[in-house]
């Protein structure tokens, strides 16, 4: 290959660079991460080839390389989000209802609408627009009941070279007909998705029953056999976020001990299960989260927004829980993973637990990866991962550069871009190495 062709394909980002090794133990723990005040990330090809300090990288450069500056930038891994729902992005900031009530009076409603491909195929291409506005370069998503909406999806994000987990929700029955599949029909078409989406390009599939509620016995059952059939795919839903739904889950499950209890019945518990909310844990619940080595999502504006309540990070860590953190998008407020971070950090509070800064930033980058079993692939700026990046400015709004007049370490700069950033605070995101805003 000659110098010029290898340029095309490559890409040198300077700044300071920013990206985490493992789980931050406290405050100020500077092992935890490695941090490169004037830093070159070389891509080529859509996967970080080299990264280190520019004085020892520049002059191994190709002269003809593009090189994209942000001196005053943080480059990070892009965020990644570990629960939203694209079918939603017209039920964000629907008023006054809890769970069930805010289901069937917006959420349903919308979601019908993705028996159209054309609504899908456009709502895909908004959330995926909006996805990378806000700095977060993988997701994993919950698509509409209708097959051809996970496939609107999929064949967008694989259109940007997105790396994307989604599914089609499996539901049979305690919603609108619309949405309602017959047990094993609704499975077939999640097995057809899988075989045609799971490991084309970056797409990654996740067997979605809703949640307990709207499956029946069998239909949870073949979506835990499912899982067996195909062992690289993930699994995703709702788990105790909300009083009356757990009430609900108890009339339809009454030999079961909890709800927890339901989805380990039907084999859906294990290291590849994402289950959204984990809020009213009994003890018990806790155990087989952490013996099965499922995984707690944390989405902290849904369950303020809908009144769910406050999710245990601390109760869930010490107990050995796997954790991520989400925007459950449209019941959460924000696409934003550094607003999702600050409500992280005020439900924390409200509880006497503190989340520093820089576990908040491990979170949406390499423990969310962790938690995708994608960890080493995305969420981490090294050799051999994918060029998903983001580069941040922590003075992007005039109260947030009057801020860090006073701002005295990359720690409180952290603080500052989580607490008062949101997509102002994304100056640039790479997908696989070509910058997308
Ligand atoms: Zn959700």
Same mark, same amino acid.
């Given at each position: 290959?000659t110098e010029?062709?290898? $340029?095309?394909?490559?890409?040198?980002?300077?700044?300071r660079?920013?990206?985490?090794?493992?789980?931050?133990?406290s405050?100020?723990?500077a092992?935890?991460?490695?941090f490169?005040?004037?830093?070159?990330?070389?891509?080529?090809?859509?996967?970080?080839a080299?990264v280190?300090?520019?004085?020892?990288?520049?002059?191994?450069?190709?002269a003809s390389?593009a090189?994209d500056?942000?001196p005053?930038a943080?480059i990070m891994?892009?965020?990644?989000?570990v629960?939203?729902h694209?079918p939603q992005t017209q039920v964000?900031a629907s008023?006054?209802?809890?769970?069930l009530?805010?289901l069937?009076k917006y959420?349903?409603?919308?979601?019908?609408?993705?028996?159209?491909p054309g609504h899908?195929?456009r709502n895909?291409?908004?959330?995926?627009?909006?996805?990378?506005r806000?700095g977060t370069?993988t997701a994993?998503?919950?698509?509409?009941?209708h097959p051809?909406s996970?496939?609107?999806l999929?064949?967008?994000?694989?259109?940007?070279?997105i790396g994307?987990?989604a599914g089609?929700?499996?539901?049979?029955?305690n919603g609108p007909?619309g949405?309602?599949e017959?047990?094993?029909?609704?499975?077939?078409?999640?097995?057809d998705?899988?075989?045609r989406?799971?490991g084309t390009g970056?797409?990654r599939y996740?067997?979605?029953p809703r949640f307990?509620?709207t499956s029946?016995?069998?239909?949870?059952?073949e979506a835990?056999?499912?899982?067996?059939e195909?062992p690289?795919?993930?699994?995703?839903?709702?788990?105790d976020e909300?009083?009356?739904?757990?009430?609900?889950?108890k009339r339809l499950?009454p030999n079961e001990?909890?709800?927890?209890?339901?989805?380990?019945r039907?084999?859906?518990?294990?290291?590849?299960?994402?289950l959204?909310?984990?809020?009213?844990?009994?003890d018990?619940?806790?155990?087989?989260?952490?013996?099965?080595q499922?995984?707690?999502?944390?989405?902290?504006?849904?369950?303020?927004f809908?009144?769910?309540?406050?999710f245990?990070?601390?109760?869930?860590?010490e107990a050995g829980v796997?954790?991520?953190l989400?925007?459950?998008v449209g019941?959460?407020t924000?696409y934003?993973?550094?607003r999702?971070?600050?409500e992280?950090?005020?439900?924390?509070?409200?509880?006497?637990q503190?989340?520093?800064?820089?576990a908040?930033?491990d979170?949406?980058t390499r423990a969310?990866?962790a938690?995708?079993g994608l960890?080493?692939e995305?969420?981490?700026?090294?050799?051999g991962?994918?060029?998903?990046?983001v580069?941040?400015d922590?003075?992007a709004?005039? $109260?947030?550069?009057?801020?860090m007049?006073?701002?005295?370490?990359?720690?409180?700069e952290?603080f500052v871009?989580?607490?008062m950033?949101?997509d102002?605070?994304?100056?640039?995101t790479?997908?696989?190495g070509r910058?997308?805003?």
């Open positions: 290959m010029a062709a290898a $340029a095309a394909n490559s890409r040198a980002v300077r700044g660079v920013l990206t985490f090794l493992r789980p931050p133990r405050t100020g723990d092992q935890s991460y490695r490169i005040q004037d830093g070159i990330v070389l891509v080529k090809d859509g996967r970080i080299l280190g300090p520019a004085d020892e990288i520049a002059t191994r450069l190709p390389i090189v500056r942000h005053d943080l891994p892009g965020f990644i989000d629960h939203i694209y964000i008023y006054g209802a809890q769970l009530e805010w069937e959420t349903f409603v919308e979601e019908q609408k993705f028996a159209d899908a195929a895909a291409e908004f959330f995926l627009d909006e996805l990378a806000n370069t994993c998503a919950y698509c509409s009941a051809s996970a496939e609107a999929f064949t967008a994000a694989h259109k940007r070279n994307m987990i089609a929700a499996i539901m049979n029955r007909p949405l309602l017959p047990a094993r029909e609704a499975i077939a078409a999640s097995r998705l899988i075989r989406w799971h970056r797409q996740a067997v979605t307990a509620i029946t016995d069998e239909q949870l059952a835990g056999a499912l899982l067996k195909f690289t795919v993930l699994m995703q839903t709702h788990l909300n009083k009356n739904e757990i009430a609900t889950v499950f001990p909890s709800y927890t209890a339901v989805y380990a039907f084999g859906l518990l294990g290291p590849r299960s994402l959204g909310h984990c809020i009213h844990l009994g018990d619940e806790v155990a087989l989260l952490r013996d099965t499922s995984v707690a999502v944390f989405c902290p504006t849904s369950n303020l809908i009144g769910s309540g406050l245990n990070h601390k109760r869930l860590m796997r954790i991520a989400a925007t459950d019941g959460g924000s934003s993973m550094l999702t971070a600050a992280a950090y005020k439900v924390m509070q409200l509880q006497g503190n989340l520093p800064a820089l908040a930033f979170l949406m969310n990866a938690a995708l960890d080493g995305i969420g981490t700026i090294a050799p991962a994918y060029a998903d990046l580069v941040l922590a003075r709004t005039p $109260a947030m550069a009057h801020r007049e006073v701002t005295r370490d990359l720690e409180e952290l871009l989580m607490t950033g949101d102002r605070a994304v100056r640039q790479y997908i696989a910058p997308v805003l």
